[in-house]
T-cell receptor
Framework: DVKVTQSSRYLVKRTGEKVFLECVQDMDHENMFWYRQDPGLGLRLIYF???????EKGDIPEGYSVSREKKERFSLILESASTNQTSMYLC???????????FGPGTRLTVL | AQSVAQPEDQVNVAEGNPLTVKCTYSVSGNPYLFWYVQYPNRGLQFLLKYITGDNLVKGSYGFEAEFNKSQTSFHLKKPSALVSDSALYFC??????????FGAGTILRVKS
């Protein structure tokens, strides 16, 4: 069965802290994605990666960075968390072509 | 640029009645369309997709979607709604680089 896991379901951090969100997929997928979800805005793409050590900016990359050292793992980093980064963060992965994107359970991050 | 619109923030139906959740799209080239469902505090689950072929696509949990090229629509349907179908539904279109562009989402409430 397809599996995308995220390191935490709920996370509370303070303003200015460095935050790591990790995502692991077991499907040998080339492509991985980080989204944030906010009410009324749907899902917005932060960063994505088509291969190990490759990364590309999505629609809202400001304040975020990513790391992909291994094919199965894609990390989202908030260098200095701010309150406007309080959100639900969703990771997804997909193979090439018209494959379906599979999502992890999400991490609800609160920045105080 | 690819985009999708979900014109209804919320849809209310009675259990046992047919349901429709609307989606319209704007793409250059052939549209590759998806529907996902999200239950509270969970990640997105894939329901169905249209790549090519038959305009009526059947998916998980008894859902289907009708692709209409002339109306640029991809409405989600189910003949008989269940209370357990209550959730947040997202329509999405795939762009030229395997990324998905999501609509804002529609809350479906099914009342018994």
């Amino acid at each position: 069965d397809v599996k995308v896991t995220q390191s935490s379901r709920y996370l509370v951090k303070r303003t200015g802290e460095k935050v790591f969100l990790e995502c692991v997929q077991d499907m040998d997928h080339e492509n991985m994605f980080w989204y944030r979800q906010d009410p009324g805005l749907g899902l917005r793409l932060i960063y994505f990666s088509y291969d190990v050590k490759m990364k590309e900016k999505g629609d809202i990359p400001e304040g975020y960075s990513v790391s992909r050292e291994k094919k199965e793992r894609f990390s989202l980093i908030l260098e200095s968390a701010s309150t406007n980064q309080t959100s639900m963060y969703l990771c997804a992965s997909t193979g090439t072509g018209f494959d379906t994107q599979y999502f992890g359970p999400g991490t609800r991050l609160t920045v105080l | 640029a690819q985009s999708v619109a979900q014109p209804e923030d919320q849809v209310n139906v009675a259990e046992g009645n047919p349901l429709t959740v609307k989606c319209t799209y704007s793409v250059s080239g052939n549209p590759y369309l998806f529907w996902y469902v999200q239950y509270p505090n969970r990640g997105l689950q894939f329901l169905l997709k249209y790549i090519t072929g038959d305009n009526l696509v059947k998916g998980s949990y008894g859902f289907e979607a009708e692709f209409n090229k002339s109306q640029t629509s991809f409405h989600l349907k189910k003949p008989s709604a269940l209370v357990s179908d209550s959730a947040l539904y997202f329509c999405a279109v795939r762009d030229s680089r395997d990324k998905l562009v999501f609509g804002a989402g529609t809350i479906l409430r099914v009342k018994s």
